[in-house]
């Protein structure tokens, strides 16, 4: 876990959800990571990473809690990218999607109306079994579709000219702006996608994502009901 107690507040940091760039921009108001490995010693982030952890220490339970957030569908597709590809997609690779689509179908295994991650392999469970937030309290969220609003939001964030104009600078030069050669859109079926909607299916709705983002589609409401009743095969 991750915490300011001048502000009183935990990070939560999910990979591939903007937080590197957010813990840049944290280090300015006293934040400190807090990991197994380092003794649950408080790190000063200028001289280590965030953590990626997600428990929250019984001393601190009495904070306030922000997270990073991803559409599920656009973060299970990054992690994929991130720590599952041989080399970066290309724009002009015409087979990453029936890979990736394999890769799905390996790692989350649906029984019955309930969809759970392979047990054989345990850094896909790291990444994703951590992050359901389907117990998890958030006071706030920071949505990496809407990165630069959240944080300005956050009431620890100063207003003055001088640190508005760090925090865009420090957004504007993130590599995330890069173009990308391929949409999370392009990639899923409808049948990933259902294996990927339920297994998150609590951030979808704490975090006001659409179920139906999987495709740049469009979706009749007899489809958008199909798609939400229909069994898992």
Known sequence: MNVSNENRVIWLAPERTGSSITKKIFEKYNFFSITKKNDYKLVNFRKNTHSHENDILEDYLDYSVITNIRNPYDRVFACYQKFYLEKPILKNNTEFKGKFLGWVNENFWSLGPYVFLSPRYDDVRNYFQKWTFDTQTVDFYIK???????????????????EINRILTLISENPFRNERHHSFQDVYDEKSAKLIYEFFKPCFYKFDYSPFSFTKEHLSDNDKITFIHKPMD
């Open 144 to 162: 990496m579709e809407n990165l630069q609003e959240d944080i300005m939001n956050l009431p620890f964030i100063s207003k003055d000219d001088e």
